[in-house]
């Protein structure tokens, strides 16, 4: 796979741009370096916990990433089904389902229950603790080393339609008032959502700022200054 960027992730931001430099083979000197978030240790350093991610862009030239792990995607798909089961269980929820399936270097898992909106939690805060959880036990195991996307009633469709339409919103009060508009403090995987989606449109920059649970995206005309 050949590409002039690449996404990290890690403990801490250090972690995550040692990661990178070790995926595309080159030094700290070769790549321009944006911390898109800084992460949080989470409750007792694991429950709610979230990972630093940068983005790191060669300078110059186009990297090729070699896969040097064989991942066993069947594998990985029921060790994922294994660690939502056991994690909800002691949580004391019933489910009535784990369907999985993976795409590329993904596994995505749709929970059914009919404790669904307890699973999702206030602002989906629930779910992406358990995502990044389920992820990082399935990850100890280099055989299984994938990205997990959990769902459940489809609560990750209606998301992305949700922040397309108050990034629509914020776009149009930018392009009208040449101002920066500042969303509401979110999550890290709706915040990486609305960066990517602001930047697939074009003729804007975006930018995170705030620390933990107050930490927002902030958007504004390409080149104007903050």
């Not at 995550?16 to 350093?45: R, Y």
């Not at 002691?90 to 404790?115: Q, R």
């Not at 930018?174 to 709706?190: G, N």
Request: net charge positive; with cysteine; aromatic share 4%.
């Amino acid at each position: 796979m050949k590409l002039k960027e690449l996404e990290s992730t890690g403990k801490n931001i250090s972690e995550a741009i040692n990661t990178g430099l070790k995926l595309l083979k080159c030094t700290k000197d070769e790549v321009e370096v944006k911390i898109l978030d800084e992460g949080s240790s989470g409750l007792f350093g694991l429950m709610g916990s979230k990972p630093a991610r940068v983005l790191l862009t060669l300078k110059n030239g186009i990297a090729e990433i070699k896969n040097t792990e064989t991942i066993d995607f069947k594998l990985a798909c029921k060790n994922v089904e294994n660690v939502i089961n056991d994690i909800v269980k002691m949580m004391g929820i019933n489910i009535s389902s784990v369907k999985t399936s993976h795409e590329d270097d993904t596994v995505s898992a749709e929970i059914a229950s009919d404790n669904s909106g307890v699973l999702i939690g206030k602002g989906g805060q629930s779910l992406d603790a358990l995502e990044y959880l389920v992820q990082l036990i399935v990850n100890t195991d280099p055989r299984t080393r994938v990205k997990v996307n959990l769902d459940t009633e489809n609560y990750r469709a209606k998301q992305q339609e949700r922040l397309k339409t108050i990034a629509e919103k914020a776009m149009e009060y930018v392009r009208r008032t040449k101002k920066i508009y500042r969303f509401d403090p979110m999550s890290a995987k709706e915040r990486r959502y609305l960066h990517n989606y602001l930047k697939n449109i074009g003729g804007f920059d975006t930018f995170s700022e705030g620390e933990g649970v107050m930490r927002k995206v902030g958007v504004k005309l390409a080149n104007e200054k903050k």
